[in-house]
């Protein structure tokens, strides 16, 4: 009998078992299971591609993603055919503002993302393998006839897309030397890509030849471990025209990661990565360039300087004559401002502000200027700071007691936003006690604020990095609202934000299932540190009984952020709501870790929030399980080796061996394991030759003989951040003690469920939903909290 048959017949036999104290624990009418293939068939609006409002605010336009199109993340495919995996089954819809009459533009066919509006209003551009080639090229709409077209037969990148000023021509990337027969300079060999050498192997041999360094003196013993290789990422830069559908290359073979025209229209800056900064680290360094369009005439105004993995927190001045970035990344400690002048090439810091003790947990954004261009607003340690775009030092304009400025609301172009009054600006903040945002109008004089917003959602869950769009006429923002039980939808409100309005819902059909509560818990660590989690209740939750409860797990993460997330996880498979429809509780923990006892502090964080679910009266104590994905799979694996507690585990896309995970490589040679063992989430803060001893600690590999928690290990066989033999070594190793142990390994699956196949996810879901089912509603678990609930 399989496990699914299993989990029917026990579940049936559990159900018999229970008597009459306890029928009133049976499912309400109103709390139906939500059905899988409802969870994943969810139009969600496009992953990291904001709204686009025609400059004019006459038409809006959008981009959904239908999960069962979507293709599995695939960086080498991405990069030959330009269509990055979160641009994969994909739609733009147009909306006309003034009537509402809303439009799929591309009817699902092909993959269609990246709306960009020209200046005179009239023409839509977006990015599409629609003709069938698949590859991305650019397709335009004019809005005035109706007529939608390929703009060009040119394969593109599709990352960026920029309009010129005039409306004739639009900026793009393409792999180098994609425009014209005749190439630019040749690409600097990749330092990552084995070498196949000619001269001494075999005719016909299939050899891949590895080298640590070059002949040369200054080459060798250099020590080296990129987590990836850079040089992938050359491209040019071209100009398309949009009535010829030529091309003209602005810049040449360069590693760009961002780019942005000058207010002027005359210039182009953008981010180009070096190096990583040192072995073992994941910080990158970039230079910022500017090209005069008219010359295509490179000019480095920085270099060597921290950005975040994007490099794209940098803005130009209103007058096209000075550039602003903001220093971010995974080693930075100051996150100053710099400000460089395009006349005499010299970055300035200008804030100068003290090494921060504890790196902030969002991102750098760009900096703000005011609209005269003198001055760069940007948010440090929850307040808002202005620097002069000519000093040296900063100044606190205010912050918000009990809250934390996270964003600064910005008008398009990165200016300030001030509606209706010079000396305010609007803000987005977060309460991280209560664990919601909140929209608020600070005074940038004397730092007084007035709560506009604060509902208990969240504004950054749809839209991270560019949630607002402020209307070009400084009158109204569009932005993304959700909460735990309801997903998102898209906003217009003027300045007051008293009344807003709800433009686009996706999926009003969630609202037909009852879906559950959620609740904030507060606890100690072993240590005595406070913690807090975000509790799902179970959707037809009754005060006084008690649910079988799932632990969602990752490690060094402050998870009762997710509060107000729809499904608190994140979408389709990884939905909770999946659970809480179906009489689950699910606790995301807060689990800060430290230098060298991950596993030990996993224990001292989860298991006490665990005792705190149970103490309530809602968890019981005898259907406790656990799952997380990649660090989650990590955490789940040390915590049921530190534990018996646990009925029922599964880990996804993890590893439980620091070892192992340091020394993956991938086909080109880069190394992604060294970096995020040494200084990043592995937290060993150095070598294995340095620590053998904590190494070893920290693995759970090494603690299989303790566990007693039956595992469900799942993995995709393409993984390549956490390679599938770290899988198959935790499968070999439980099944030769003798644990109850199953693996899932997903053919032709990367990384995340959340990028597998729409078929490989409705099986993970189900596969899932059984496991937990077998093992926490089984009548052995459900007599055991029988006895529970009448000793109680």
């Given amino acids: 009998m399989n496990r699914y048959a299993q989990s029917l017949v026990l579940s049936v036999a559990a159900l018999a078992s229970l008597n009459a104290a306890d029928s009133k624990e049976a499912r309400s009418p109103d709390a139906e299971p939500w059905p899988v293939e409802e969870a994943l068939t969810m139009r969600r609006f496009g992953e990291g591609i904001p709204i686009a409002l025609s400059p004019k605010g006459r038409w809006l336009a959008y981009v959904t993603r239908d999960n069962q199109r979507m293709k599995s993340s695939d960086p080498e495919l991405s990069r030959k055919t330009g269509v990055p995996f979160w641009g994969t089954g994909t739609d733009v819809w147009v909306r ?56 060009s037969e040119i394969a593109v990148l599709g990352h960026e897309i920029e309009w010129t000023h005039d409306s004739r021509s639009l900026l793009v990337t393409t792999l180098p030397g994609e425009v014209s ?53 050359s491209r040019d830069l071209v100009a398309i025209d949009l009535a010829r559908g030529s091309a003209t290359p602005i810049v040449r073979n360069k590693k760009i990661f961002s780019y942005s025209l000058s207010p002027d229209g005359l210039h182009l800056a953008y981010t180009a990565p070096q190096r990583f900064e040192r072995p073992g680290s994941q910080q990158l360094v970039f230079d910022l360039v500017s090209t005069e369009l008219t010359t295509a005439q490179d000019r480095v105004l920085a270099s060597g300087i921290r950005l975040d993995y994007d490099g794209a927190a940098f803005s130009w001045s209103p007058d096209s004559q000075r550039i602003g970035f903001h220093a971010g990344g995974m080693d930075e400690r100051n996150y100053d401002c710099y400000v460089v002048s395009l006349a005499d090439g010299m970055p300035r810091n200008v804030s100068n502000l003290p090494v921060l003790r504890i790196a902030p947990r969002q991102k750098s954004d760009a900096p703000v200027w005011d609209r005269a261009g003198e001055a760069v607003f940007f948010c440090r340690e929850g307040a808002v700071w202005r620097a002069s775009a000519t ?93 735990a039980q309801h ?17 686009v819902e996706l999926n009003e059909r969630l609202g037909s299932y009852k879906t559950g509560a959620v609740r904030l818990l507060h606890w100690l660590s072993n240590d005595g540190d406070e913690l807090r989690g975000a509790l799902l209740l179970p959707a037809d939750y009754k005060e006084g009984l008690r649910y079988p409860l799932i632990v969602w797990v990752y490690g060094g993460s402050l998870l009762s952020n997710n509060l107000d997330h729809f499904g608190l996880a994140s979408d389709g498979p990884f939905n909770m709501q999946l659970l809480a429809t179906r009489g689950y509780a699910v606790l995301l923990p807060d689990a800060p870790l430290r230098l060298a006892t991950p596993m030990l502090d996993l224990a001292k964080t989860v298991l006490p929030g665990v005792d705190k679910a149970i103490q309530l009266g809602i968890a019981d ?3 406790l399980g656990i799952m997380g994905h990649s660090y989650g799979g990590y955490s789940t694996l040390a915590l049921i080796a530190e534990t018996t507690r646990f009925r029922a585990a599964i880990e996804i896309g993890g590893f439980g061996n620091l070892l ?71 499968f070999v190793g439980l099944r030769r003690l003798g644990k109850e142990v199953e693996y899932a390994n997903y053919q032709g699956e990367a990384h995340s469920p959340l990028d597998w196949s729409f078929q490989n996810q409705m099986d993970f879901c189900h596969r899932m939903l059984a496991w937990f089912d077998l093992h926490l509603k089984c009548a052995r678990c459900e007599g055991a909290a029988h006895l529970t609930r009448l000793a109680e």
């Fill in 621 to 623: 104590p005898h259907r």
């Fill in 96 to 151: 006309n503002l003034a009537t509402g009459e809303t439009k799929n533009l591309t009817g699902g066919q092909g993959d269609n993302w990246l709306p960009a509006w020209s200046r005179d209003d009239r023409y839509l551009a977006f990015l599409s393998n629609r003709d069938g080639s698949g590859h991305a090229r650019v397709w335009v709409l004019d809005v005035e006839t109706g007529e939608l077209r390929r703009v």
């Fill in 660 to 730: 192992g995970l340091y020394g993956e490589m991938n086909r080109n040679g880069a190394t992604f394991g060294v970096p995020v063992v040494e200084l990043g989430q592995g937290l060993m803060g150095g070598t294995p030759w340095e620590f053998r001893s904590r190494y070893i600690e920290n693995s759970p590999i090494f603690y299989l003989d303790k566990v007693e928690t039956p595992l469900l290990i799942v993995h995709g066989s393409n993984d390549t951040f956490v390679p599938p033999f770290l899988a198959d070594e935790l």
């Fill in 181 to 233: 027969a005749t190439p630019g300079p040749p690409a600097p060999p990749s330092t990552m890509k084995p070498k196949n050498r000619a001269d001494d192997s075999v005719p016909g041999s299939t050899v891949l030849l590895y080298k640590t360094n070059d002949s040369s003196d200054s080459e060798k013993n250099k020590q080296k471990s990129d987590p990836r290789d850079l040089s992938e990422d």
């Fill in 391 to 483: 000093g040296s030092s900063a100044g606190s304009l205010g912050s918000i007691p009990d809250r934390q400025i996270t964003q600064i609301v910005a008008s398009p172009a990165n200016v300030l936003w001030a509606p209706g009054d010079t000396d305010s600006t609007i803000v987005l903040t977060h309460d991280d006690r209560e664990k919601q945002d909140g929209i608020y109008k600070i005074n940038l004089s004397n730092g007084q604020s007035i709560k506009l917003l604060e509902n208990g959602e969240c504004y950054t869950c749809a839209q991270l990095f560019r949630p607002f769009t402020v209307t070009g006429d400084g009158q109204h923002v569009l932005y993304f609202a959700e909460d």
């Fill in 487 to 503: 997903d998102e939808s898209l906003r217009i409100s003027d300045a007051t934000f008293h009344r807003p309005k709800v433009l």
